[in-house]
């Protein structure tokens, strides 16, 4: 049984927590943040997430995925509003298949009581202080001023984007590091429930407004309000410094977005309210030292929201961790490096996917060949699922499918179809037999998909 | 007339400092180490630089390009040993053209000296503790203890790799950095003088013992010594990790590099005492900040040394920023935003340069088709100098052609050489009638070079 600390009570550290204490280990959490289940205090960055597949999988592994299916929402697909208010609906899989729009806080608190009901002691206002990485022993700040110093036989940071254990790990020779921020930046905004509680759009789709250059998304909450959020520049035309007083808003709103700023009462005030934020990658390596620290979560690769897949990612790495403890008979420090080594190329893969899907979302969603390819990508899947799965698919339905592997065959996959979409009988009409006799060709020319295990577990299975 | 503070009196900031002082501003430079010319100190991270001639242009605005040749031993090319002892002679440019191997303490206590003579007053002892970058305000622990705290109109962050400004301008929204490590690390080792005060290799030659993994290196001093520097795997198999014992070391050197070897009696003293050093590719954005602080040096972009470009880079940010200031009629803002407009990119691909060089050194400078390919490009460059310059002879012979551009160019005379080395006339014999004719037909299809001036001020004449 191993002494275990992990800094951060958020949505990893808490699931980390929760696994490893019902591995028999004792676990203590220090969070900076007071225990959001008394203080009024915001979850973090925003308001609600998408928990698909990989996250569902890994709570899976702590009894906790049916508990939390109950306070998600599921959402099939895609409805894209245009600035007429004409919508268009895409599904994102099979039917059957969806993300589902959960709380950040809700599914937070779930976690707290989860993690304390396994026995892991939480201490929160505890700010991280000071860490020596070899010895696995962390300083914080306790609410009465106090100073706590715990060494463990293991340290995980696991406190999130601006992590402390990591930035004590900068400072070990040959760390690297990068923080690459992008031009946009997003801000919450709110759609009320309808007067009677209802939900004022569908509430079993993630709705984009795609505008080129900037979008809006909107996804549903339980109390039947929807959670708005604009990307946009921060600087530049459009962006968020042009928009300077309430009327350069509401016209702007009013242009853009009719249908929904119809539905935005509070649309001023929350504009002038919510904070303007920042969307930041980051990557660092290594993710583990001395075989006793290790990074996990937003703390070791920090992406950018536009997959959906900042917390599914962090969640993915408790469950790989487990099977790298069990694979190693929980030599710690074997299976420490067996993490990073299967974790640090998917949290890499993830990080681009992430960045390079703005650019669907808030463009590709919207022109013609992109909603072509989409509807040949779902044929061909049906057709030849043993050769052919669509990237989304792979990264969001796919929880055995390791990201670096979906972002490969993702590549593989972009090569085939932009040449299919080339072709002269695809072109005129992919529906036709002369066209689907091409595509049929090509997808038939292909290996059977052979995709890398996620973990050293499925390695051995 | 501006107050001006410059953090950093290495070679970049006292350069810096003169100019600016010649111009009539008013210049402190705080420097966290001792005056290097009384105190008994090292330089910093090597022995000897090789200034070339970036480096000497931007120190002719300044004045003191002819008194540092003077201390300077020009080399005008690579001297490669094999393991036998044999040596091959390769020139890095044309008749009359040669990078100067020059010690890096004389030619900082140089700078040091032209700094004060120029007005400008240097404070040692000095380590910065904190900056308020958007008012150009820094404060400095003095060597009594005492904390001294400086508002100016500009302030400059000159303070190297792991520069104490720019952690601070880190700290600002959206400031992106990176931080990238080599698996190589580098060792300093030292052939002395012959028993007359000779020099044992040849002085005009930068001596390169390249062995594919890794290579030793060594550059004249003007003392008759060579300083040797061996770059080689920190961890794996050969690396330093391994060399554990004197008798590993002794018999390493023995079988890699035997004609040096017998001329480093110190070999095993200097390999024990010598430290094992990082090397570090760094880089942010913005340089600038509110048109009142600015990074300029490796405090901007830290590159590895494999180009010799590190120093050169830094003094051609002083030339650069000097040009900005002289087209904007010293409109400080605009001077900066121009300044890092024209030497981002440019840092950005000496680093990447950089970087690749280290394979050419240690692996492709012994190897057949390189060597074949550097004999035709000097054929071409002689026949058609406005179609095609070598890389080599652009970064290091080209001061006023950006390193950016520099690159672009290398990229697509990579792909043309490495076609004609293909063609079956040039890999028979390059020097036949037929396999001139072929090379001179596709260099004859190239247009005239079109470069990208340096600086703004290029722009204008």
């Not at 992109?370 to 339905?397: G, H």
Request: glycine share 6%; with cysteine; proline share 5%.
């Amino acid at each position: 049984m191993a002494q275990i600390t992990i800094a951060g009570a958020g949505l990893v550290g808490c699931l980390l927590g929760v696994v490893l204490a019902r591995r028999g280990h004792r676990v203590t959490i220090f969070e900076r943040r007071p225990d959001m289940r008394s203080a009024n205090i915001s979850a973090g960055r925003s308001i609600n997430l998408a928990l698909s597949d990989r996250g569902l999988q890994a709570l899976s592994i702590a009894g906790l995925a049916e508990e939390l299916r109950a306070i998600a929402i599921p959402m099939s697909g895609r409805i894209m509003h245009d600035t007429s208010g004409s919508t268009h609906y895409q599904p994102y899989g099979r039917e059957g298949q969806a993300i589902n729009s959960v709380s950040r806080g809700e599914l937070n608190k779930t976690l707290l009581t989860a993690a304390e009901q396994a026995g892991v002691e939480i201490v929160f206002s505890a700010r991280c202080t000071d860490v020596h990485p070899a010895t696995a022993t962390a300083t914080f700040e306790l609410e009465n001023g106090d100073s706590r110093t715990v060494e463990a036989d293991i340290l995980f940071g696991a406190d999130g984007a601006y992590s402390a254990v990591r930035e004590r790990l900068m400072k070990t020779d040959r760390f690297d590091y990068s923080q690459s921020y992008l031009e946009h930046g997003y801000k919450e905004l709110h759609i009320p429930p309808s007067a009677d509680g209802g939900f004022l759009l569908d509430k079993h789709a993630l709705h984009i407004w795609p505008r080129k250059s900037y979008m809006m998304i909107a996804l549903p909450n339980i109390d039947g309000s929807f959670t708005c959020t604009l990307f946009f520049a921060h600087n530049g035309s459009p962006s968020f410094a042009e928009l300077r007083s309430d009327a350069d808003v509401q016209s702007f709103f009013d242009q853009q977005f009719p249908d929904a700023a119809a539905l935005m009462p509070t649309l001023l005030e929350d504009f002038r309210t919510n904070p303007e934020s920042s969307l930041v990658t980051i990557r660092c390596s290594p993710w583990t030292f001395a075989g006793r620290t290790a990074l996990i979560g937003d703390a070791a690769h920090a992406i950018v929201p536009f997959y959906g897949q900042g917390m599914n990612c962090g969640f993915e790495d408790v469950r790989v961790l487990v099977d790298c403890l069990d694979v190693t008979g929980e030599d710690w420090p074997t299976a420490l490096s067996l993490y990073e080594r299967y974790r640090k190329p998917a949290g890499n893969a993830i990080a681009d996917l992430a960045v390079e899907n703005f650019k669907e979302m808030r463009d590709k969603v919207a022109d013609e060949r992109f909603l072509k390819r989409k509807s040949i990508e779902a044929w061909v899947y049906q057709n030849y699922p043993d050769r052919f799965v669509p990237l989304y698919t792979l990264v969001t339905f796919s929880p055995d499918v390791p990201y670096d592997e979906a972002q490969r065959i993702g590549r593989e996959q972009d090569v085939i179809m932009e040449d299919l979409l080339d072709h002269p009988d695809v072109r005129a009409d992919w529906t036709t037999d002369a066209a689907q006799s091409v595509i049929r060709k090509r997808i038939e020319s292909l290996p059977t998909l052979n995709i890398r295990p996620l973990s050293p577990k499925n390695n051995l299975v």
